[in-house]
Structures are given as C-alpha cells and as structure tokens.
C-alpha cells in the first residue's frame, strides 16, 4: 500500500539529536482493515479499499454491513480505496488483512497528508482574500472600509467577471499538504509524528500518501 487512513490528533513538539526543537502534528494512522480488492478484470482498474475506525453495527445500512460482513471486518467509520501502489503487491492483499503504520511508514519518509480544511462560513473580502480594511482604505469605498468596492465598470463589459474575489463561503475545501517528513513512528500506538503542521481540526480523518 501506499497511503493509509488516520485521524489527526493534535500538535506538539520534539527535539533532535542537536537538541533543536521541531514542531510535529500527531496522526493516529491505523489500524486499517482492507474491505475489498478491487482488479481490472472485474471492476476495470487496480485498487485496494481500506476501512478505519470501529462504530456500531446499529448505524450501518444493510448494503453497508453486508459489504463488510463479506470482508470479516466490524463496522468502519471511513472507508476509502487507494490506487497507487506496485502492481505485485496487489495478491498480497486479502479481505480482512489488517495494516498497520509500521507496515508502511519509517523514520525520515516523505508524505503527503490530504485533509479538510476548517470551515469558516461566509466571510468578507477582509478575512477571505485579506482585503486590506481600515486604514488602507483603497477598494473604492471611503466610509464602509470592509466593503469590498467596486466589482466592474458600468458601459464594459456590463458584467462582473467570473472569479472576482467577493465574500462567500470559506473553508470546508480538500487541502494535500505535500512532503511533510515522518519524524517518529510510535508502532504500539499506532501514531506517527510528521514535522510542520496541515489544514483540519482535531480528530480530522485524514489520507497520508507516502511520496
């Protein structure tokens, strides 16, 4: 596998061998239960379906508990399919196999940790696109200085331009924070320590992608 699913627990820092202090982001990673092998011949591509977190049985539907009662699995929280991984690998998944963080994670390896980003609401220009407001009142209004201004001219092109930056709805996007270095690998506790930090709230499931 390449990419397995975790939850994001919460940020703190550590030290190096040089005694330097390095902020890390705390990703519960795993255990992981595959749900179904996908194959050309039968479904038209190559994908491994993996499935994290445990819930009750009450809250399945029946499609649902009969696809992971074909797995032998409980029922999961998430369940997500990954592509990329070498086509060898592919017989050595089987229904049911449970996959770990250190089954695929190591101290120093790079991954990307795709997530969802807090949702802010509707905003203005201010907080969404950092307007500058008062005290550079530039945006062609003189006494509301978090308006956004004017948006177009009147005679051309009688129309406002498809990407303007105006107030809407902020956050709540799908956001892949590239090359973050695997610091720790905590194996009895299913955690890894990745260095800097990634969009998302706490207890966030997320997509770590090895690179």
């Known amino acids: 596998m390449s990419a397995l699913i975790g939850k994001k627990i919460g940020m703190t820092g550590i030290f190096d061998e040089q005694g330097q202090y390095i902020p890390v982001t705390v990703i519960q990673v795993g255990p992981c239960y595959v749900t179904q092998v996908k194959t050309k011949d039968i479904d038209g591509y190559d994908a491994v379906q993996v499935g994290f977190g445990e819930k009750a049985e009450r809250k399945l539907n029946k499609p649902e508990a009969g696809h992971l009662a074909k797995a032998g699995v409980k029922a999961m929280q998430i369940v997500k399919e990954f592509r990329s991984f070498p086509d ?85 996007t799908r956001i892949t924070t590239r090359n973050l270095t695997v610091m720790r690998v905590l194996a009895d506790q299913h955690l890894i320590l990745v260095k800097g930090s990634f969009a998302g709230a706490k207890n966030q499931f997320v997509e770590v992608v090895k690179a």
Request: proline share 2%.
């Open 88 to 172: 060898e690998k592919l017989a050595e998944f089987k229904l049911g196999t449970e996959l770990k963080a250190e089954d695929l994670f190591n101290e120093g390896d790079t991954v990307h940790v795709v997530s969802t980003s807090k949702g802010r609401g509707f905003q203005g220009v201010v907080k969404r696109h950092h307007f500058g407001g008062v005290g550079q009142a530039t945006h062609g209004q003189s006494d509301r200085q978090r308006h956004p201004g004017s948006i177009g001219a009147s005679s051309y092109p009688s129309r406002v331009f498809k990407g303007q930056r105006m107030g809407g709805r902020m956050g709540g």
